[in-house]
């Protein structure tokens, strides 16, 4: 019997000058970027959160640690890839993602494609499965970049 499981998770980094902006594993053109002892990609992060939340797996905190060094500038997509293969272990395959963006500057609309592609790519999904919207806060958050994401999972 196959049993269908929601995973979500939330994400924001503050945005600063000087740092880069990485959304998706695409790296936008921008005066600011996340503050993050990561590489600040909220929306992976969400992404990640929403994996491990499928299956109660806690969240990348618990994974990777803020505090370790080790973890200092990682890669997003790697955080991803290892939230990915705990959901697999599990014999959870992902049927599709859903993903907003929160961001008042840059516009991310001519970004879609590209973004749309790398996490298409990176969750093994064809690109009509994963959606991603974007937002605007209107003003009320110019200084910060939020993400938020959904899974669907198949487990047998
Ligand atoms: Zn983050």
Do not use: W
């Not at 990609?41 to 969240?59: I, R, V």
């Not at 790398?118 to 064809?126: D, E, F, K, T, Y």
Request: glycine content about 10%; charged content about 20%.
């Amino acid at each position: 019997m196959v049993t269908l499981r929601i995973g979500f998770g939330e994400d924001a980094h503050r945005l600063a000058p000087g740092r880069p902006l990485v959304l998706g594993g695409v790296e936008l053109p921008s005066p600011r970027g996340a503050v993050a002892h990561s590489d600040g990609d909220a929306l992976l992060h969400a992404l990640a959160d929403a994996l491990l939340s499928s299956f109660a797996l806690g969240d990348i905190g618990d994974f990777f640690p803020p505090s370790d060094p080790a973890f200092s500038d990682l890669d997003s997509r790697e955080i991803v890839r290892r939230a990915l293969a705990e959901v697999r272990a599990r014999g959870g395959e992902l049927v599709n993602a859903a993903l907003t963006v929160t961001l008042d500057a840059p516009k991310l609309g001519p970004h879609r494609a590209a973004i749309t592609g790398r996490v298409a790519a990176l969750l093994g999904l064809p690109e009509d499965r994963v959606g991603v919207g974007f937002k605007t806060s209107e003003g009320l958050a110019p200084d910060h970049v939020q993400a938020r994401a959904t899974v669907l999972v198949a487990a047998t």
